[in-house]
């Protein structure tokens, strides 16, 4: 098949792109290079199935393509707050001209939607019956209405012009190339605990998070995508909790690190817990995360160990 990535060049879309490729696709990696790299594409390159298209989806494109994958949205709070109208562009903008596109071309879309779609969630665990809990006039609203606007979209397009649609619900997810300066606790922490420094946690760390590797998300998209008679909303992300403060403490452990761990205050709609409810992908995609936390971090922690060395971010 021929598959169109947005946002290919971003820490999910290139581990994407590796994957099809390596299942005989041809790639389309299409990106506007505000959070994406080259350099995570660079080994790419040569491959004679792929294709680098610099172009940004708020501006339409014509392209003949069987799938899409809509992955372009900055997903850090520092990179989406950074142009909040922008980032509302794009999830808006953006994914009305893909499914334009998939409307044109009859091709299948996936829209990478997002946890936080719930909000400060008041149900615990989250089940996608879940209508979520989102200040709409916040510092996070930009993005996290934008993704709900983005749901709306493809479920209109899907009713009223029977686009054939995917939509998933990506929790927080970690890995190789994932972005050094991203402000998210996987990359504080790691990259506090290579340089020794001070491993910053907010309020006692008794927020918890779970943690998806990379591998096991990107199992989850491709079988979402090719999985018949269900178009979604489905959570993937790992149902194991962590409270954060744990969390540093296994880093600190696990970099061999001289760091402390010190505490500052809660930054506003900082969720205090998050934890998806992955019953419905068991069900219908057969699908569970299989990496261990320990061996995802130990992968995590050598890539952002040969980047720093390297003087790379
Ligand atoms: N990483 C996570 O934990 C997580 C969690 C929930 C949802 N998601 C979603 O998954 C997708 C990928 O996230 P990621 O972690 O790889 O982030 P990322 O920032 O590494 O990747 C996003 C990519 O999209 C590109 N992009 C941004 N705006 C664009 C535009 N207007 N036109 C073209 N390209 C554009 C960026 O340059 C970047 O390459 C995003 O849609 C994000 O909202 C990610």
Redesign the pocket.
């Known amino acids: 098949m021929r598959i169109l990535v947005?946002?290919?060049?971003?820490?999910?879309?290139s581990h994407l792109c590796e994957r099809l490729l390596g299942e005989g696709h041809d790639v389309l990696c299409?990106?506007?290079?505000?959070?994406?790299a080259k350099r995570n594409i660079d080994h790419l390159l040569d491959h004679h199935g792929f294709e680098l298209i610099r172009?940004?989806?708020?501006e339409p494109i014509l392209l003949e393509v069987d799938r899409i994958y809509n992955?372009?949205?900055?997903?850090?709070p520092v990179?989406y707050q950074y142009n909040p109208v922008k980032t509302t562009k794009?999830s808006v903008m953006?994914t009305i001209n893909m499914l334009g596109l998939a409307k044109r071309v009859r091709a299948r879309i996936l829209q990478?939607?997002?946890?936080?779609v719930y909000g400060d969630p008041e149900v615990h665990p989250q089940t996608e019956a879940y209508w979520g809990n989102v200040n709409p006039i916040g510092l996070r609203s930009c993005y996290d209405e934008g993704?709900r606007v983005a749901e709306t979209l493809m479920m209109d397009y899907h009713r009223q012009n029977g686009v054939d649609i995917r939509i998933v619900r990506?929790?927080?997810?970690?890995g190789p190339r994932m972005?050094v300066n991203d402000g998210r606790v996987v990359s504080n922490f790691v990259v506090q605990a290579l340089r020794n420094d001070d491993l910053t946690v907010y309020g006692a760390g008794e927020q918890t998070r779970s943690f998806c590797f990379i591998d096991d998300l990107v199992e989850g998209l491709v079988r979402m995508m090719e999985c018949d008679g269900f178009i979604g909303p489905v959570n993937l992300g790992n149902p194991v909790e962590t409270p954060i403060i744990e969390f540093a403490r296994r880093i600190v452990e696990l970099t061999g690190s001289r760091s402390e761990i010190v505490y500052r205050p809660l930054p506003a709609d900082d969720p205090k817990q998050r934890q998806p409810d992955i019953s419905l992908a068991r069900q219908k995609l057969g699908w569970e995360p299989r990496v261990p936390l320990e061996e995802g971090l130990r992968r995590t922690i050598a890539d952002f160990a040969a980047r720093l060395s390297a003087g790379r971010s």
Not at 30 to 36: A, E, K, Q, S, W
Not at 55 to 58: A, E, G, M, S, Y
Not at 112 to 116: D, I, K, P
């Open positions: 947005t946002g290919g060049a971003g820490f999910i879309g299409l990106d506007n290079f505000f959070t994406g172009h940004d989806i708020i992955l372009a949205c900055p997903a850090s990179h794009t953006g990478a939607s997002t946890s936080e993704k990506i929790f927080n997810t970690y972005a």
